[in-house]
């Protein structure tokens, strides 16, 4: 039972393509993000929903678009690809309140795109 | 802005011997949790262990422990008797109490010597 998941886990695709990455958590969680990972490694948080409510937008272009349908759910759309979005790309969930209040993040396998 | 700053690119350690991540972190917050995870090859991300800002004793996990420094802002990651599975990339992480995100170091590649 994958508690984070993320289709695809590769992507290769053309510049100036659309496409899209879609995440589902089993956890019951009311938070969900995207990050994005570049080739050197580094983390930066993207966007961030709970319970379908946009919380964190951060500096990202508007070429992308997350959508939340329901709090198990959280897509990443791409227009207009370009090479520099070639990176690895990580949804998460976490529970806002728990009883140790750490809000621990849980993440999916990541998916690579490929942007050629 | 908080930042996370892991000085160490890399870090070799033979197996069964013990290595020491190091972490520093700037806020002007009090309270505030921290986090290492681990990125093996997979790319799974996976969490280590995590210590809340308002627990004076440092948390320990099998043989993974932290030395929490509160005042120097520092919190580094031990690792005992080191086993070739623990050949990952170590991320330290930084989330303030109100806030939903996390911030990330740029990473440790640990590498163990068999």
């Known amino acids: 039972d994958t508690a984070v998941s993320q289709t695809p886990k590769y992507l290769v695709t053309q510049m100036g393509n659309d496409k899209s990455i879609k995440c589902e958590q089993n956890?019951?969680?009311?938070?969900m993000y995207w990050y994005k990972q570049d080739s050197k490694k580094f983390l930066k948080i993207m966007f961030s929903?709970?319970?379908?409510?946009?919380?964190i937008n951060e500096t990202v272009p508007n070429r992308f678009s997350p959508k939340s349908p329901d709090k198990a759910h959280l897509n990443l759309h791409i227009n207009s690809l370009e090479l520099g979005d070639s990176a690895v790309y990580f949804c998460?969930?976490?529970?806002?309140?728990?009883?140790?209040?750490?809000?621990?993040?849980?993440f999916g396998a990541g998916s690579r795109l490929t942007v050629l | 802005a908080q930042t996370v700053t892991q000085s160490q690119p890399e870090m070799s350690v033979q197996e069964a011997e013990t290595v020491t991540l190091s972490c520093t972190y700037d806020t002007s917050e009090s309270d505030y949790y921290l986090f290492w995870y681990k990125q093996p090859p997979s790319r799974q991300m996976i969490l280590v262990i995590r210590?809340?800002?308002?627990?004076?004793q440092n948390a320990t996990e099998n043989r993974f422990s932290v030395n929490f420094q509160k005042a120097a802002k520092s919190f580094s990651l031990k690792i005992s008797d080191s086993q070739l599975g623990d050949a990952a990339m170590y991320f330290c992480?930084?989330?303030?109490?109100?806030?939903?995100?996390?911030?990330f170091g740029a990473g440790t590649t640990v590498t163990v010597r068999a």
């Open positions: 210590q809340e800002a308002y627990k004076q």
């Open positions: 929903y709970n319970n379908k409510e946009l919380i």
């Open positions: 992480a930084y989330r303030s109490k109100n806030d939903y995100k996390l911030s």
């Open positions: 998460a969930s976490s529970q806002r309140r728990t009883s140790s209040g750490a809000n621990v993040l849980t």
């Open positions: 956890l019951g969680h009311d938070t």
